[in-house]
């Protein structure tokens, strides 16, 4: 959720990103060139921002269905990609949600080196999730939760014939899809300036002002009072030929019984 004492709409956005450039309070109306460039730039800003550290802002948890035993491969929706960051897992939950067996996230070229083996790991392409063994019966009734990432609401604007074609207020009004609009304001101005030849001798003060305000943030978001906890570690090699373990798949490695 948005804080909305700093939320800006698409007309303020447009009016923010003029006045950082300019220094004046413009506004253009909605159906013309300026307003659609300016826009443009704005849409052009949140995908870059969204491809940085603040992936965390458009990520959530995703339940792709029950176990089917015997199944390997799982699709996801094609609007969706999995979210690979840090110590983020595929879960297999409960209808409670809680977390019964995590699967963690192996290179692509590596998930066939572990097969037919006690614990699980997951590989993803694109949009297939492939595990590292086929689902068995007792993991039956278990719900997939994926960690996964979704891009920015774009701004729709529709298609102009001459300047007739008003824009809706629901556009108009359709707010910043990202926690700190400030930022994507910066980024679009910076955009904006490299197109502008006008404009382009402050193309390195409008970068310069963006890296200072995203590290500042950066500081702010990932400033912590302790040390997370470090769940217990280990390669997807087996203790025995038999693929037994001595620590289960289970995070803090307090379970070890095997399924």
Known sequence: MINPDIALTLDE??????????????????????????TRQINHAQRAIA??????????????????????????????????????????????????????????????????????WVASTRTTLEFSRPFRSNEAGLFIHVPVMREPRMFKLPLQSNGTVP?????????????????????????????????????????ANYTNLFYALKERDERNTDSPFLNPYTVPIEGNIQGGGPISHIPYGDFRGGW
């Open 13 to 38: 956005a447009v009016a923010e990103v003029l006045g950082l450039l300019t220094g004046l309070n413009l506004q253009y109306k909605p159906e013309e060139d300026r307003y659609y460039s300016v």
């Open 51 to 120: 491809t940085e550290l603040e992936w965390s802002y458009y990520t959530s948890t995703e339940n792709i269905g029950e176990v089917v035993p015997g199944v390997k491969t799982v699709e996801l929706r094609a609007t969706i990609r999995p979210r690979i960051i840090n110590d983020d897992s595929v879960k297999l939950c409960d209808a409670n949600d809680r977390p019964i067996v995590w699967a963690y996230f192996l290179p692509r070229d590596a998930i066939d080196k572990t097969p037919d083996r006690s614990q699980l």
């Open 167 to 207: 824009v809706p207020m629901e556009v108009r009004e359709q707010q910043i899809d990202f926690a700190w609009p400030d930022l994507v304001i910066a980024k679009a101005a910076y955009f904006y300036a490299q197109s502008d030849p006008l404009m382009q001798p402050r193309v390195q003060t409008l970068e």
